[in-house]
């Protein structure tokens, strides 16, 4: 039976877990966004799953907890509990010290792509500088061909 509590911003913090494979009604509780608190908050997106020290926690389990059983009859029937509440036992395994997970090795995060003019800018920051610094030169040959051409139309408007 899980109990569930309104917490901040719209997001639910678990409030109390009731196990329900042992016959005494103890409760843990604990108010985190994550249910492991600290112990997972990092590796949030990794299966618990995969594990090996979970899948050998899970086997010493209540089969019919976990698996899909099939009845004498041949019908398929769903394991007791759904995967979100045995999501929740095996984290709550994990905080209580029952699973003792190897440690994860977290991959090396790959260079983050951007956009291709943020790419591409410092080889065009670095052709700017190369131009602003040629550019006296060319001003001043501009200005050079503008005032010999300036020069010719006058010569010639002048003795017409």
Request: positive net charge; proline residues 6%; hydrophobic residues 35%.
């Amino acid at each position: 039976m899980l109990c569930r509590a309104r917490a901040g911003a719209g997001k639910y913090a678990l409030s109390a877990l009731k196990d329900v494979g042992s016959s005494s009604d103890t409760l843990v509780a604990w108010a985190t966004t994550c249910p492991c608190g600290p112990l997972l908050s990092k590796m949030r997106w990794m299966s618990l799953r995969a594990s090996e020290a979970v899948k050998t926690w899970v086997s010493k389990q209540d089969p019919a907890l976990f698996k899909p059983s099939q009845s004498e009859t041949g019908r398929l029937h769903s394991p007791r509990l759904s995967r979100r509440n045995q999501s929740l036992r095996i984290k709550a395994a994990i905080k209580n010290g029952e699973i003792s997970l190897e440690p994860t090795v977290m991959p090396v995060p790959t260079r983050f792509k951007g956009h291709k003019r943020e790419r591409d800018q410092p080889v065009r920051q670095a052709l700017i500088e190369r131009k602003m610094q040629e550019m006296p030169k060319l001003i001043a040959e501009f200005k050079e061909a503008r005032a010999t051409a300036r020069a010719k139309r006058r010569a010639d408007a002048r003795f017409k």
